[in-house]
Antibody, heavy 118, light 107 residues
Framework: EVKLEESGGGLVQPGGSMKLSCVASGFTFSNYWMNWVRQSPEKGLEWVAEIRLKSNNYATHYAESVKGRFTISRDDSKSSVYLQMNNLRAEDTGIYYC?????????WGQGTLVTVSA | DIQMTQSPASLSASVGETVTITCRASENIYSYLAWYQQKQGKSPQLLVYNAKTLAEGVPSRFSGSGSGTQFSLKINSLQPEDFGSYYCQHHYGTPYTFGGGTKLEIK
């Protein structure tokens, strides 16, 4: 059974930083590109970032709205993907999900809530 | 970036009815289109990928069609568990844009 467990969310002030983690199980993690997707009532579902495989030199891609502020990384030995978020803004508020890429996003965790507010 | 436009934004239907949701891409995405269902308080669930391939475990009353820029999701004989929100998403390279969603409610 595929499981994805996100953690690290919470309340942070504008301009602050936060690091999200996602631990995966039930599939060969190192064989899958991994993504972060967020959701808010204002913006709906929004793809945030992707990290590819070791064979792709762990290439990363980001949504324009987070480029330069967020960094996605992975540790295949721990079946984990991370999202370092810096200089957070109110519009970054939302539920953050990690999901492996396989002809669409077939598996999702329960998400972790990030609230950016003073 | 590729924009995804979904319609309608909301839809009211009765159990047993057939409904269709449409999604339009701002440029050709071939068949790289996925559909998701989301129920209140839950994570999205993949229904269809590559425009017309049902994800594992998805009932056959769901069907996807289209290619290029015009796509649709059809639900035959609506069941009570089908009510919720539906989203399209292209997976033709980053950024993987989602549509704005369609909220399907019980009439």
């Amino acid at each position: 059974e595929v499981k994805l467990e996100e953690s690290g969310g919470g309340l942070v002030q504008p301009g602050g930083s936060m690091k999200l983690s996602c631990v995966a199980s039930g599939f060969t993690f190192s064989n899958y590109w991994m993504n972060w997707v967020r959701q808010s009532p204002e913006k709906g579902l929004e793809w945030v970032a992707e990290i590819r495989l070791k064979s792709n030199n762990y290439a990363t891609h980001y949504a324009e709205s987070v480029k330069g502020r967020f960094t996605i990384s992975r540790d295949d030995s721990k079946s984990s993907v991370y999202l370092q978020m810096n200089n957070l803004r109110a519009e970054d508020t939302g539920i953050y999900y990690c999901t492996p890429d396989s002809d669409g996003f077939a598996y999702w965790g329960q998400g972790t809530l990030v609230t950016v507010s003073a | 970036d590729i924009q995804m436009t979904q319609s309608p934004a909301s839809l009211s239907a009765s159990v047993g009815e057939t409904v269709t949701i449409t999604c339009r891409a701002s440029e050709n995405i071939y068949s790289y289109l996925a559909w998701y269902q989301q129920k209140q308080g839950k994570s999205p669930q993949l229904l269809v990928y590559n425009a017309k391939t049902l994800a594992e475990g998805v009932p056959s009353r769901f069907s996807g069609s289209g290619s290029g820029t015009q796509f649709s999701l059809k639900i035959n004989s609506l069941q009570p568990e089908d009510f919720g929100s539906y989203y399209c998403q292209h997976h033709y390279g980053t950024p993987y844009t989602f549509g704005g969603g369609t909220k399907l409610e019980i009439k």
